[in-house]
């Protein structure tokens, strides 16, 4: 098969604005609207263990959710 200068080929598709998976983003898990990946939630997960802090709690305060923790009555 030769290369003719200047002509365009009928057999390619152009999916670059698909939004299928992938490990640039449009795959992960959407909650209010917005995606938070696996990956995303793993690295809340090591910032919440290296900062002390409660991880569902920066889970919550990202996804602009209430605090799900739970509090133990007065």
């Given at each position: 098969m030769q290369w003719r200068k200047g002509r365009r080929s009928d057999n390619v598709v152009d999916a670059r604005d698909d939004n299928?998976?992938?490990m640039s983003g449009g795959g992960?898990?959407?909650i209010g609207?917005?995606?938070l990946s696996l990956g995303?939630?793993?690295i809340v997960v090591v910032i919440g263990l290296l900062?002390?802090?409660d991880?569902?709690?920066i889970l919550g305060s990202l996804?602009?959710?209430m605090d799900v923790s739970?509090?133990?009555p007065a």
């Open positions: 299928g998976g992938g992960g898990m959407r609207g917005r995606g995303g939630v793993a900062s002390g802090q991880p569902m709690t996804l602009g959710q739970q509090q133990a």
